[in-house]
């Protein structure tokens, strides 16, 4: 499985951007998916997470109310929707997925993933 991102760019504090993360090369509706982020000199977090069927949705506690995960089976595409954004979410985002059925604490862990896209920068300036 190949993952794609994109969507990110330079964007003011009380902004939005909406990521996509494209995915070829398997079968994407059985594949659970997540965003996570990395700051410079900060550890790779995670951000937010959908099951495979859509059904159940994550997120860390930093983004709970301002981000929305969702994603479209019929276009093998997962959407990270990030609005009322301040500076302190200034990273390269990361989609990534597995086929595994993680449990609750696992969806949190990097390691659950086993596909990993090339990451997309989102700067907001204040």
């Known amino acids: 499985v190949q993952l794609q991102a994109s969507g990110g760019g330079l964007v003011q504090a009380g902004g939005s951007l909406r990521l996509s993360c494209a995915a070829s090369g398997g079968t994407f509706s059985n594949l659970n998916v997540g965003w996570f982020r990395q700051a410079p000199g900060k550890e790779r977090e995670f951000v937010a997470g959908n099951s495979w069927s859509g059904g159940k949705t994550y997120y860390t506690d930093s983004v709970k109310g301002r981000f929305t995960i969702s994603r479209d089976n019929a276009k093998n595409t997962v959407y990270l929707q990030m609005s009322s954004l301040n500076p302190e979410d200034t990273a390269f985002y990361y989609c990534?997925?597995?086929?595994?059925?993680?449990?609750?604490?696992?969806?949190?862990?990097?390691?659950?993933?086993?596909?990993w896209g090339q990451g997309t920068q989102v700067t907001v300036s204040s």
């Open positions: 990534a997925a597995t086929r595994r059925s993680p449990g609750l604490r696992e969806i949190y862990e990097r390691a659950t993933y086993d596909y």
